[in-house]
């Protein structure tokens, strides 16, 4: 099984910047791509960014040009660095992996994070 553990989060102003941090730690074959999610109060849960083994990045529309996601495939570590944040930016942050089944199979699962909670006050 995998755990993945957050850190990072916190309360800022807006026009601040915060960095989260997710390791993922436990037994597992391999790490494929990495990810950060977030869920408003009263929204769905929604991906702010991915990136992928071979370090492709993807981002929501709504962060671009604002955060960057990065990873460590050896610490199996990914970050989040959060600049300009706004109010809208307000959110529990997951981070997420995709955890390979078998070594030649193409099937992976899903592992979460407890979530780590960003406020940013305008």
């Known amino acids: 099984q995998v755990q993945l553990v957050e850190s990072g989060g916190g309360s800022v102003q807006a026009g601040g910047s915060l960095r989260l941090s997710c390791v993922a730690s436990?037994?597992?074959?391999?790490?494929?791509?990495m990810g950060w999610y977030r869920q408003a109060p009263g929204k769905e849960r929604e991906l702010v960014a991915t990136?992928?083994?071979?370090?492709?990045?993807n981002y929501a529309d709504s962060v671009k040009g604002r955060f960057t996601i990065s990873r460590d495939n050896a610490m199996n570590t990914v970050s989040l660095q959060m600049n300009s944040l706004k109010p809208d930016d307000t959110a529990v942050y997951y981070c997420?992996?995709?955890?390979?089944?078998?070594?030649?199979?193409?099937?992976?699962?899903?592992?979460w994070g407890q979530g780590t909670q960003v406020t940013v006050s305008s």
């Open positions: 990136i992928s083994s071979g370090r492709s990045t």
């Open positions: 436990g037994s597992f074959i391999r790490v494929n791509s």
């Open positions: 997420n992996a995709k955890i390979a089944v078998t070594v030649t199979s193409s099937l992976e699962y899903d592992a």
